[in-house]
């Protein structure tokens, strides 16, 4: 049995920033993740005026609730998501300032209008630099009354999650009412982590659609930052492989990642899973077959899948997982296109795709400089050696470790 410690949650970290910086007092985060998508979070509050201070296990974060220091700021939130999706939201709720947001030209292509409406809505003078609905934009804050918003989070659950946690920083508080919602499991975190910080958000309406976020601001805390479960996701898929056991301490019952699920996806193929104490072990029965899953509540393990899928006795469809198609890359079509070109058959539709069993040959993987493309094809790899990639270096974005930490896997594995 291989005991792997995981990095922690590239979600988890970016709220408990936000969170920490917006909050009345001194924040520690123990165990952060430290990757590009991190760092640059951490930089950007640092552009807009806020006191971090990083420590190698802990990162102490003194808190604003009056909103950035700087009353001018250009912040560049490099390719994450999060960063571009969440500081915006936080900027916008400053008393007073003028922000410039831009991103990495990945990250400009990826949609934000949804989020920028409902900013709009609430009053914000925001203005796109370029394309309307992409970074990079402008933001003159003047405080936010708050009030009621309809918003549809059918193509990012990031929208929801940045408005609920703008509601505290709002002098009426926000009620948010939603009409679609995916990678729902998100919102769980973003609501888990709110309590922490000492706020209450309540839930209601037909679905529980509708969520009422009180006015009145986050009370600092120590915060410690769980295991990346969609990390945890290639070491998982590779016991499932190998046979051999993984076990990630850190990720268990309770944890607050909806990827850890994956787990449920690997069960459901034949795979030997177990949570105990805190941990989950997963390894082999000696076989793994075809199924139909839908993975839209747990769409970045998506790739993960994909890349094993050629390797399972059946067809392995995955479905309502649309929204892959606007990350890092086309995920869909990253998936399709190297598993295609390893010889393996493929069909994609708007929102899933089906990978028939066989056996891939080696090639070069075309990454799109997307981290999950390249930590999802090491899976593959384990059983295809001379597979490389076109650039192995852009999993700086949530585990610039992960290419050591995979090998001594597979080393431990023989
Ligand atoms: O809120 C978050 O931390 C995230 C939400 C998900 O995005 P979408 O809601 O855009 O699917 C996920 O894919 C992303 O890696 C992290
Ligand atoms: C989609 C991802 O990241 P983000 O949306 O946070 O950039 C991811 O990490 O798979």
Redesign the pocket.
Known sequence: MTVIHVPGS?SVTARALFLAAAANGRSTLVRPLSSD?TEGFAAGLTALGYAVEQEAEQWHITGRPAGPAATEADVYCR????TARFLPTLAAAGSRGGYRFDASAQMRRRPLAPLTEALRTLGVDLRHEDAEGHHPLRIEAAGIKGGELTLDAGQSS?YLTALLMLGPLTEMGLRITVTDLVSAPYIEITLAMMRSFGVEVTRSGPGNTVFTVPPGGYRATTYAVEPDA?TASYFFAAAALTGREVTVPGLGDGALQGDLRFVDVLRRMGADVRTAGGSTTVGSTGTLSGLTVNMRDIS?TMPTLAALAPFASGPVRIEDVGNTRV??CDRLEACAGNLRRMGITVATGPDWIEIRPGTPRPVEIETHGD??VVMSFAVTGLRTPGLTYDDPGCVR??FPGFHEAFAAYAGATG
């Open positions: 590239k998508d390719d994450g998501a999060t990031q969609s970045d990350k890092e981290h999950r974005k949530t």
